[in-house]
């Protein structure tokens, strides 16, 4: 199992994080979908990617952690 998915088991934050940037990302395909955008969605599709980003960056410094943990563990 990799720590990604060790992280979704255990880890009710990760969890969280993963699910809303699954969310996202399924609104951001829906809007790639539209052949034009109107300029409420054109901004949505910015303030989406940059969520999208922020969650994605969350989600790697707990696994980035969690690796650490790990590896400090195995050294012990």
Known sequence: ???KDQLL???DEFRKLAQEH???AERLESLTQKRYLTEDEK???VRLKKLKLRLKDQMESIERQFR???QQGQVA
């Open 22 to 24: 699954t969310q996202y």
């Open 9 to 11: 088991v255990s880890n």
């Open 68 to 70: 650490l943990v790990l």
């Open 1 to 3: 199992m990799t720590p």
């Open 43 to 45: 901004l949505e599709e």
